[in-house]
């Protein structure tokens, strides 16, 4: 029945590292999301994307950017990962212009040291 | 531009009583409005969802929500809490005609006391 799946639960990296993070859907859903949670500052929106190989810029996009080359997978890459990028991130899909809700992921807490 | 807010950003009450947790929203029509519920070290879950109709809906693990146009509200309600109920939930609002995209509160932490 698991329709979102973000490839770690538990992350540790070093700085300056390249990171992914992988999330993929099994709904054949349109929409792609990729947040981060941090204590006190809910969920802020770091990019979306409506379709394969196109993707739009959230809240927060500085130190990150995305790939998606096929629609059932959406990456989130940090370029050079750092200290202030420790977070929880969530991964969710939807339906394109079906104001349905969102489907979310486990979640990877990523801890940069 | 559409806005959530959930004034109560933490909230303790004891197993067994009732339970309410308020959201606002700030849009011109009739919203899609949305209660999620994010237990800890986990994504986020729907419980319940409203878009037209009967403005009292209900959700799962025993939640209900009011829509209430005049007041801007869709407050989540639960008459007897359980201690798994501790959890932190999110209001959502999402707009017709958009490309689905929804707005987030910043969420509020229920802790129950035995």
């Known amino acids: 029945d698991v329709k979102v799946t973000q490839s770690s639960r538990y992350l540790v990296k070093r700085t300056g590292e390249k990171v992914f993070l992988e999330c993929v859907q099994d709904?054949?859903?349109?929409?792609m999301f990729w947040y981060r949670q941090d204590p006190g500052l809910g969920l802020r929106l770091i990019y979306f994307?409506?379709?394969?190989?196109?993707?739009e810029k959230g809240d927060i996009p500085e130190g990150y950017s995305v790939s998606r080359e096929k629609k059932e997978r959406f990456s989130l890459i940090l370029e050079s990962a750092s200290t202030n990028q420790t977070s929880m991130y969530l991964c969710?899909?939807?339906?394109?212009?079906?104001?349905?809700?969102?489907?979310f992921g486990s979640g990877t807490r990523l801890t940069v040291v | 531009a559409q806005s959530v807010t959930q004034p109560d950003i933490h909230i303790t009450v004891s197993e067994g009583a009732s339970l309410e947790l308020r959201c606002n929203y700030s849009y011109g029509a009739t919203p899609y409005l949305f209660w999620y519920v994010q237990s800890p070290g986990q994504g986020l879950q729907l419980l319940l969802k409203?878009?037209?109709?009967?403005?009292l809906v209900q959700g799962i693990k025993g939640f209900e929500a009011e829509f209430k146009r005049s007041q801007s509200s869709f407050n989540l309600r639960k008459p007897s809490v359980h201690w798994s109920d501790a959890a932190e939930y999110f209001c959502a609002v999402g707009v017709s005609g958009s490309q689905g995209n929804l707005i987030f509160g910043k969420g509020t932490k229920l802790s129950v006391k035995p």
């Open positions: 994307s409506y379709d394969v190989k196109m993707k």
């Open positions: 409203y878009f037209s109709g009967d403005t």
């Open positions: 709904m054949d859903h349109e929409n």
């Open positions: 969710a899909s939807s339906l394109l212009r079906r104001v349905d809700g969102y489907t």
